[in-house]
């Protein structure tokens, strides 16, 4: 009998520990499929620059690449914004596989001249500094470039769209392919924010970091972190952020799940 209680004894510690690894474990690694927003809206990463918002009842695929596939399991779009040119913004092989005839796409003049014909009624082409009202939503062209003189070829201004999505005083901000640009240092009451980093293509995580204190967004999601040397260290991001203030919320989603270890 008294072997017996021992048995049991040891099981139970052995499964207090096992639950106390696991506890440990979620807390410590970023959300990997979505994020339900203060606002009620879901995000979803999908990989690098690619995301779909559901904001109400309208789906918004962000930068769409990578293949139909990766999105044949959520709802087809009812508004597609794509921000840039390269390759992880702009995949045609990918748009024309998705389920697109009742979408607007809004891109900048240079991705519309990428696309095919046949997409010309859905889309919507807006400059820098441009606005649109589709589905209830207004969305405002922000610029996105590079600033530092080695790395000006990669962006220039005026080519690439940053986008702000507004809806009943709700504001959401996603760079695209950017510097810490004095129009974004410049925006104003956003709610949420997708900021890109990544060197040699975009800024530090110390630039986004300092320029997402200046706006103060309410919550603010890094995203767009993979440069030529690996994953930008979001970690740092976050520290600068919740190290200067309390009042921004940083948001870690796993943008890169098939990343090798």
Same mark, same amino acid.
């Given at each position: ?96 596989? +998705? ?5 607007? !796409?809004?891109?900048?003049? #240079? =991705?519309?001249?990428?696309? *095919?014909?046949?997409?010309? $009624? ?76 990544? +060197? ?5 995580? !110390?630039?986004?970091?300092? #320029? =997402?204190?200046?706006?103060? *967004?309410?919550?603010?999601? $890094? ?39």
């Amino acid at each position: 009998m008294k072997t017996y209680v021992t048995y049991l004894l040891l099981i139970a510690i052995a499964l207090c520990s096992c639950k106390q690894k696991e506890t440990s474990i979620v807390i410590s690694q970023p959300v990997k499929e979505k994020s339900t927003t203060p606002l009620g809206f879901e995000v979803t990463p999908i990989s690098h620059a690619s995301m779909i918002l559901h904001w109400d009842d309208t789906v918004i695929y962000v930068d769409p690449v990578g293949g139909a596939q990766k999105f044949s399991s959520y709802p087809k779009p009812d508004l597609i914004l794509i921000t840039d040119i390269h390759g992880d913004h702009l995949d045609v092989a990918t748009l024309e596989g +998705l389920e697109t005839e009742q979408a607007k !796409i809004i891109t900048p003049q #240079a =991705v519309a001249d990428k696309i *095919p014909v046949n997409f010309t $009624p859905q889309i919507d082409v807006l400059n820098n500094g441009d606005t649109k009202e589709r589905f209830g939503f207004t969305v405002e062209a922000i610029p996105m470039y590079n600033l530092r003189q080695e790395a000006l070829k990669f962006h220039t201004k005026g080519r690439g769209n940053g986008y702000v999505i507004e809806k009943d005083r709700k504001r959401i901000y996603i760079s695209g392919d950017t510097e810490d640009i004095p129009e974004m240092r410049a925006l104003t009451d956003i709610d949420i924010a997708f900021v890109c980093m990544n +060197l040699p293509y975009t800024m530090t995580e !110390i630039s986004a970091a300092n #320029a =997402v204190l200046e706006f103060n *967004p309410k919550q603010v999601y $890094p995203y767009h972190y993979r440069g030529t040397n690996g994953l930008s260290d979001v970690a740092k991001f976050k520290e600068i952020i919740t190290q200067a203030t309390t009042t921004i919320d940083v948001v870690q989603l796993d943008w890169y799940p098939n990343r090798k270890e």
